[in-house]
C-alpha cells in the first residue's frame, strides 16, 4: 500500500512553474475574495446603521423599568 501511494505521489506532473502559476492564481482569489467580504461587512453596517434604536429618547425611556 505504502508503495502504491508513493509511487501515486511522485507521479505528480506538476511542474514548478505549474505550481507557481496555481499559486499566483490562488493568492488572487484570496486578495479577490477578501475584497468582496470588505464590501460586503460595509453594505451590512450601512444597512444595520439605521436599525439601531436609541434609548434615550423620551419613548423609550418610558419603556425601562422603575
Known sequence: MAKA????????????????????????????????????QEENDALSAPLHIDLETPAMQEMQPA
Not at 502559476?21 to 482569489?29: G, I
Open 5 to 40: 501511494l508513493i509511487g501515486y505521489m511522485n507521479s505528480d506532473l506538476r511542474t514548478p512553474a505549474r505550481l507557481t502559476a496555481e499559486n499566483r492564481r490562488l493568492r488572487e482569489r484570496v486578495v479577490e475574495l477578501e475584497t468582496l467580504v470588505l464590501r460586503l
